[in-house]
T-cell receptor, first 113, second 114 residues
Framework: KAGVTQTPRYLIKTRGQQVTLSCSPI?????VSWYQQTPGQGLQFLFE???????NKGNFPGRFSGRQFSNSRSEMNVSTLELGDSALYLC????????????FGPGTRLTVL | QKEVEQNSGPLSVPEGAIASLNCTYS??????FFWYRQYSGKSPELIMF????GDKEDGRFTAQLNKASQYVSLLIRDSQPSDSATYLC??????????????FGTGTRLTVIP
């Protein structure tokens, strides 16, 4: 069974630009969660989508948004990039059933200059 | 505030020894618990998942959960140099609903010395 895939793997942007990251979950999984990982703050939850609806949201500004498509693929968008947005962005896939397990993709390394 | 605390380490053990990693959490309502292994420059890999009090074993790994003490641990038996990584503890306060919004500790760096 194929794992979680994320594209692109690396991105370099400048301040003020926007960026869109993509995540394809494991086949049959309907839940996609996004996380940001930085050396200073560790792994922090951004939001979760299930059946095309945002089910949970972390404590991030509105510049961070996402969506999920009918095939469960998800995109995350960051507008008006700031230097502090430089991070590893991780997508995690799960079935969405009670007490399910989350599996992470390889991540997208975003550098903001 | 849902906090997950781990000793940042580094924790060093000789090859073949038992490595013991500990994690405490503040939200008494937390429902499921995870241990992830993360190699430098890679994404987290799920090692163990537990939601009932007691022990759960999978190969060389044993997870132990004590909800009354708000404590979860990971034991690695017969530690190998390939186990050298950062181990992340995570809790899910909403597991019963199927929601996936994990809260992570900062990780414990483990080094296994050959």
């Amino acid at each position: 069974k194929a794992g979680v895939t994320q594209t692109p793997r690396y991105l370099i942007k400048t301040r003020g630009q926007q960026v869109t990251l993509s995540c394809s979950p494991i086949s049959g999984h309907r839940s996609v969660s996004w996380y940001q990982q930085t050396p200073g703050q560790g792994l922090q939850f951004l939001f979760e989508y299930f059946s095309e609806t945002q089910r949970n949201k972390g404590n991030f500004p509105g510049r961070f948004s996402g969506r999920q498509f009918s095939n469960s693929r998800s995109e995350m968008n960051v507008s008006t990039l700031e230097l502090g947005d430089s991070a590893l962005y991780l997508c995690a896939s799960a079935t969405g059933a009670a007490y399910n397990e989350q599996f992470f993709g390889p991540g997208t390394r975003l550098t903001v200059l | 505030q849902k906090e997950v605390e781990q000793n940042s380490g580094p924790l060093s053990v000789p090859e073949g020894a038992i490595a013991s990693l500990n994690c405490t959490y503040s939200d008494r309502g937390s429902q499921s618990f995870f241990w992830y292994r993360q190699y430098s420059g890679k994404s987290p890999e799920l090692i163990m998942f537990i939601y009932s009090n007691g022990d759960k074993e999978d190969g060389r790994f044993t997870a132990q959960l004590n909800k009354a003490s708000q404590y979860v641990s990971l034991l690695i038996r017969d530690s190998q140099p390939s186990d050298s990584a950062t181990y992340l503890c995570a809790v899910n306060p909403d597991a019963l609903t199927g929601a996936n919004n994990l809260f992570f500790g900062t990780g414990t760096r483990l080094t296994v010395i050959p």
